[in-house]
């Protein structure tokens, strides 16, 4: 999109398309204010992707445009953005995500969590970090639902429980997911987190691969190398 583009999209988001004051509109104006945000927010996210060290990023004034009208997904983004760049901004970032995620918008109440367990904030208790991951995972975020469970099994910013980190891995192989399988096996391949079962853990990085699951594949292929290796060793 060109730049004269973008600054017709930030001058209609500056004028009566917004989300907080939707009383009086038409469902057509509510439905264009909604099309504007979140095409605002995704052009300003690619823009910064490909101009991350723009000072006065255009990127960054279509994200803060979006956020300002209340766009959840802008306010995500935004809040990342400022906590995790060369100029960071902690604390805006960090206000950005609480809005977002008292919105309901899940991804940022997964990395408000992970930023608190991550000490990356103003100093917080890790019952709050905790309560956001939660929070995130039970309204169906699986990002949130598989760093829970890699921070149960490692005692990564949480107490270490690695029965329960386990028992949700193998709940999420019962329905199907494949990134379960590879992690599981994995895990216990290697003895990370859960109690080292070598054949167990090919078994279930087989079933990955066969899932056509790439890191599955790599590891198989690695693992196979090393034992290949080790037998030449041992003649």
Not at 117 to 138: F, R, S, T
Request: proline share 2%; glycine share 8%; hydrophobic share 35%.
């Amino acid at each position: 999109m060109a730049s004269k583009e973008l600054q017709l999209l930030l001058e209609n988001l500056s004028n009566k398309h917004f989300l907080h004051h939707s009383s009086g509109i038409t469902e057509l104006e509510f439905a264009t204010a909604l099309a504007l945000l979140a095409e605002a927010s995704q052009i300003g996210s690619l823009y910064l992707d490909v101009y991350p060290n723009d000072p006065a990023s255009l990127g960054m004034e279509l994200l803060r445009k979006a956020a300002e009208k209340h766009y959840p997904a802008a306010m995500y983004e935004l809040g990342c953005r400022l906590i995790e760049e060369e100029s960071r901004d902690t604390s805006e970032g960090e206000n950005w995500l609480r809005q977002a995620a008292e919105l309901g918008n899940t991804d940022a109440m997964w990395a408000l969590g992970s930023y608190i367990l991550d000490d990356e904030l103003q100093p917080m208790k890790e019952q709050e970090g905790v309560y956001w991951l939660k929070q995130a995972y039970q309204r169906g975020n699986l990002k949130a639902l598989y760093e829970w469970i890699g921070r149960l099994l490692d005692g990564d910013g949480v107490e270490q429980n690695s029965q329960e980190g386990e028992r949700l891995l193998r709940s999420l192989i019962d329905v199907g997911q494949v990134m379960a399988m590879r992690l599981l096996g994995q895990r216990q391949y290697e003895g990370m987190g859960i109690d080292k079962n070598e054949q167990e853990g090919i078994y279930w990085l087989n079933q990955a691969a066969h899932e056509d699951d790439v890191q599955a594949k790599a590891l198989m292929r690695q693992i196979e190398m090393d034992n290949g290796k080790k037998e030449r060793n041992e003649r």
